[in-house]
């Protein structure tokens, strides 16, 4: 929390009570990981959480919500830090599988 908004600061949305946590919990589990698949899995179940639908990790639109007052997980990405390999599940996690984008972060500047 920056110094210049701690003393008036308040969580304004669920993310800020509980996502942080649940992505913190869900992803602890990736340090038992006994190699990249299983680490990979752990990653994908952790960001396809669905605690406190439809704002949860995995968000969905709120049709009970205006259509201009409705969001949604766009894409969730994960940089492998062992090989430079870098993933996005396009859409929500729970209905998209990670999968390699062509680059990879130890490529340095060839994009």
Known sequence: MPPQLAATYRPGSADSL????????????V???????????LIHTAMSDHL?????????????????????TLLSSCVDLTTGD??????????HEYERVPWNLYDGDTL
């Open 86 to 95: 870098y993933l996005i599940a396009a859409g929500t996690p729970c209905d």
């Open 18 to 29: 509980y996502r942080v946590p649940r992505a913190e919990a869900g992803l602890r589990a």
């Open 52 to 72: 406190g639908h439809p704002e949860s990790l995995c968000t969905h639109p709120d049709e009970g919500q205006p259509a201009v007052k409705r969001w949604a």
């Open 31 to 41: 340090r038992h990981a006994s190699g990249r698949d299983e680490a990979r899995k």
